[in-house]
């Protein structure tokens, strides 16, 4: 067994941990009232004993996690579909790198299907801004959250992406345990999925050997989740057009307002994509590149798989003919999906501020829906870049 003693302060609770720290949670007045909103059919201390049963993570995350997320998608998504499920080897271990629409939900369905599969459930990395409260700290570290630290100085920066790099890597390498990791830091906002280049200089930075020799043995698997409805999409052009003007700041419980929205907004289809593993020759065509060139050669390859994997939804293709004015994809959807779409934009931008710029919003909005269309024209005119052997779907 390794020793993960010196991760203490961003590793998930162990099983004795969270076993103790749900049993704090079932005490919480707040777990009644949960417990009526995901388990209605159920007597108000449902949650209360369950948690209290609960033996270990696996308990946890099959008992409640697994049962919430189930609940989720049949109440609040129309179909839920996902593909690429061949591509994970259920004996090895590996680095799921996935765009981020949704605070919770993104890493949670995707938990969901590898349990549906038999295959071992991830680590995922959250941000440690989530962690708002001791209640909210003991329900995501039970839930194998990695904590990532923000919002510190340069040099702490440092510290701590080389403590996540070594963790990563450890869990990885040694068969402990995948992790789940979003792309970039933090939710994509405006439509655009874009791996961040310092994440990948991150990953690198626990590397013990060569270029090449690092990144494989992460055995990078690119994820992509599609949401017809994107959660939070108002609150995300919000952001958008505040930022603007100025430093955008959150206000307090910000985070967990989107948390809770993300889980009960109507959300249409939703699509998993899995990727295919990121490929030693690609790699090793990555490694021939000069300095920061390397990245950049692993960042197009996970951003290919990430773009060709995303789903388009009828939602994609009206948006972005009322951003543009044309009719490019009007054999997409009907007439009265338009107005569908329109009625459901135009009351969305009703539940923010007056003041804010109704126009600008509203094309901040429509981008957001329309960006993956654009993301999957540009894919097409990529297909002879070096390594990447997909079709367009």
């Given amino acids: 067994m390794i020793d993960l003693s010196e991760f203490e302060s961003i590793s998930p609770y162990t099983d004795e941990e969270a076993v103790k720290a749900l049993n704090i949670v079932a005490e919480n007045p707040i777990l009644t009232e949960v417990s009526q909103y995901f388990f209605p059919g159920e007597a108000p201390e449902y949650l209360q004993n369950i948690l209290k049963q609960v033996k270990s993570i696996d308990d946890f995350q099959i008992m409640v996690m697994s049962r919430v997320i189930e609940w989720v998608l049949e109440h609040t998504a129309h179909l839920f579909s996902y593909d690429g499920i061949a591509n994970i080897d259920k004996d090895t271990k590996f680095l799921a790198l996935s765009n981020h629409r949704d605070i919770i939900l993104d890493p949670a369905i995707t938990q969901l299907v590898l349990y549906r599969n038999g295959i071992p459930m991830t680590e995922i990395a959250v941000g440690d801004n989530l962690i708002t409260n001791k209640f909210i700290e003991y329900l995501i570290r039970s839930n194998r959250m990695i904590k990532v630290v923000r919002g510190i100085s340069a040099r702490e920066l440092y510290l701590s992406s080389q403590m996540l790099s070594k963790y990563?890597?450890?869990?990885?390498t040694e068969q402990k345990s995948s992790i789940w990791l979003a792309q970039r830091q933090g939710r994509t906002k405006d439509g655009e999925d874009i791996t961040e280049q310092g994440l990948l200089k991150m990953l690198d930075m626990s590397g013990t050997s060569d270029f090449r020799h690092n990144f494989e043995e992460l055995n990078i698997i690119p994820l992509s989740i599609s949401y017809e409805y994107e959660p939070c999409d108002i609150l995300k052009a919000r952001e958008l057009l505040i930022s603007r003007t100025r430093k955008y700041v959150k206000a307090p419980g910000e985070d967990l307002n989107s948390i809770l929205t993300g889980i009960k907004q109507q959300k249409g289809n939703i699509h998993l994509n899995i990727g295919l593993p990121l490929s030693s020759e690609e790699i090793e065509a990555a490694s021939k590149c000069d300095k920061n060139d390397r990245y950049q050669w692993i960042r197009h390859a996970v951003d290919l798989r990430v773009i060709d994997g995303y789903k388009l939804w009828k939602t994609n293709y009206i948006a972005y003919d009322l951003l543009t004015r044309s009719f490019k994809y009007c054999e997409k959807y009907s007439p009265e999906e338009v107005e569908s779409f329109v009625c459901y934009m135009e009351h969305?931008?009703?539940?923010?501020?007056?003041?804010?710029?109704?126009?600008?919003?509203?094309?901040?909005?429509?981008?957001?829906?329309?960006?993956?269309?654009?993301?999957?024209?540009?894919?097409?005119?990529?297909?002879?870049?070096?390594?990447?052997?997909?079709?367009i779907q």
């Fill in 168 to 172: 990563i890597r450890l869990n990885i």
């Fill in 348 to 391: 969305q931008l009703d539940t923010v501020e007056k003041s804010l710029n109704r126009e600008e919003l509203r094309n901040i909005f429509l981008a957001i829906y329309s960006n993956p269309v654009l993301s999957k024209e540009l894919l097409a005119t990529k297909t002879d870049l070096p390594g990447w052997k997909y079709q």
